[in-house]
């Protein structure tokens, strides 16, 4: 203690620190630019803190190639990360008719991933069981030690808080030992596209999933947000049709609601004529437009069982038609570029970008 | 310096330090028990940072019949804010038909507050100088320094960023030689209304004017959405009408529009009847409807001309009927609480809750 610099420059020093390491937590592989721009720091500043966080082995640096795989770029640019021994996240997701479990460390790298088949009546709590092995199992397989596991983030079915949610943040509390995050499973989708998929960077995130439900998230700041009653992002439950019928959510004529009256009708998607097609597109930009008049995000992505131009063209004419000029002029639409283990990689981002408070002061200050 | 303690411990504290006075700067008057909420911290360890502080003078504590004051509520607890003598903020509103000035201190003490009329086509240049003059008069009325000032913010019609915006930025920056935040006037008022007005202490509010223009704003956590291409909150551009008319944001069927149309037929608000008004209530309840199935907000607020039971009730109904029943549980709908000056407390609101991120880290880390 007595040996470090102490007073007001040392302290700088330590919260600019902070900062740095704080968006390379949240946000994985960053370039010198991006990390000036998330940390306000300027490129001298940032140089400085970076040499001092290497030469620690806090962060550690990626080469030319490394770096163009990382983003996908063919740009060679080296990227800055948290040093990948510094800790493990465990994602699951709960899903429907799958359970899926993606490990991945502090500097985003996944370390393993895999799923298995589950009945859609499985009980709660048999679905946490069957996560557990495969945690159990993926960790034998890959020779991985959970002693520096940071935290779980879990996925689950439907709204969040709730009673279910409780009961499996508090079995698998009590089973890791370690903090547990639980939050909708498509809302945990919107997080990892923000993070590691078609809106990797990005400052605001929209995303939508069209499928047999239809839900989204959205992420501002590499942060999802929850809402007040944890229900943010329930775009499938604004209503496209204000005389349709009554939805189980509480509303009318929802657009979820005139989805699935479709695959009703034509038996699925893959029996979706163009004509139905072009209307739920049409249907889905008008809501989308609506979102995007609200928050005006940088990017909206779109999940689910429909792909391609027969539904991003009428979706994006909607989405013009139907947004302010500026909301639309500063706006990008693409399809989601993650697939099974979307959600599993949300609870992963979301226990990197939702320590609790208490300890990651204390973690990023006394370490 | 040297006798300073030094260590993890120094450290941590002053990181605790920090977050209050964050805290503090931001939302302004906060009871113990707010601010052990807004900072996650304990009581145990607030109520020893509160000590310090109060022994540097840094904050203050207001007496009970003060505190009553403060929030208008009856309950006599005390609350903290910082020291007023730590700065101030000016807020001007460069209005469409008045010019407002209001000059408040770090503490959200209001401590001058006036307006001029202007018409309609006065030039920005001239509603600038106009402006000035008012904080020149206000200055020697109230014998008011300005040395201490931390920074403007100023609200214009039209959207930000803007020429316009620049501009009147560009100018008051050399006039007064502070940091100068431009921003919409509409969201400014949500800022305010979120700050000292109907949603204060709130952590999420949603804010829809309704009057010869129809506009919005949305404020997460005490801080301004401004969105990518800064027109977050047009929530006055989102359709009731897919069929429509084209409105001159670029969209069709806008809820501004259809007002304007009908006010345009009844000839002012003044002329509308009942059923108009229920009319509006309801396509303002659909619009907010969807907006708050997008961020699923604690409070609505609503300002304008229209106000009372015969535009709430509609406007509550349909809000309800449209929207996720875990939205609607969460939501409060309340009018807006402020008056002429919303826009130039929330350009102050703005001044102390963005101040340029580097100048902000050095103020509260070496202090």
Redesign the interface.
């Known amino acids: ?2 040996t ?1 610099p ?3 420059l ?3 020093r ?3 620190e902070d ?1 740095v390491l704080t968006a390379l937590r949240n946000q994985g592989p960053l370039t010198r630019a991006q990390l000036a721009d998330r940390t ?3 490129r001298a500043t940032l140089s400085s803190i970076v040499q001092t966080l290497l030469a620690k082995q806090a962060v550690t640096e990626a080469g030319l190639e490394d770096a163009a795989e990382v983003r996908g770029r063919g740009r060679p640019v080296s990227v800055l990360t948290l040093n990948p021994a510094g800790g493990l996240a465990v994602g699951m997701d709960l899903g429907h008719r799958r359970i899926q479990v993606t490990v991945a460390n502090v500097a985003h790298e996944i370390v393993a991933s895999d799923g298995i088949a589950c009945a859609e009546r499985t009980p709660w709590t048999q679905r946490v069981k069957l996560a557990v092995d495969l945690v159990d199992e993926l960790t034998n397989r890959y020779e991985i030690s959970l002693t520096s596991l940071a935290g779980l983030g879990v996925g689950i079915v439907g ?1 969040v808080p709730s009673d279910r949610a409780g009961v499996v943040r508090d079995s698998l509390a009590a089973r890791f030992g370690v903090p547990v995050f639980v939050d909708n499973n498509t809302r945990l989708a919107a997080l990892a596209e923000a993070t590691w998929g078609a809106g990797a960077g990005m ?2 995130v ?1 995303y939508l999933r069209l499928s047999y439900g239809v839900g989204g998230g ?1 992420v ?1 700041g590499g942060r999802l ?11 499938g ?3 496209v049709d ?1 005389d349709g019928p009554r939805c189980s ?5 929802c657009l979820e609601l005139h989805l699935s009256n479709l695959l009703d009708e034509y038996g699925g998607f893959d029996n979706l004529t163009p004509d139905a097609i072009a209307d739920v597109a049409t249907r889905t930009g ?2 989308l ?3 995007c ?6 990017l909206v992505v779109i999940g689910g069982e429909l792909t391609g131009v027969a539904l991003l063209r009428p979706l994006r004419r909607a989405l ?12 990008r639409v693409k399809p989601a570029e993650l697939g099974y283990d979307a959600a599993a990689r949300g609870g992963i981002a979301l226990v990197l970008t939702n320590p609790p ?2 300890a990651e ?2 973690r990023t ?2 370490s």
């Open positions: 203690m007595g470090k102490s007073g007001p040392r302290l700088l330590e919260t600019h900062r306000s720091l300027s709204p400052g605001s929209l959205l501002l947000l929850a809402g007040a009653g944890g229900a943010a992002g329930e775009l439950h604004i209503s204000r959510c509480g509303g009318r004529g008008e809501v437009a609506a979102a008049n609200t928050v005006n995000p940088e013009r038609d139907y947004t302010h000029t500026q909301v639309h002029h500063s706006l408070e208490e002061w204390r200050s006394c």
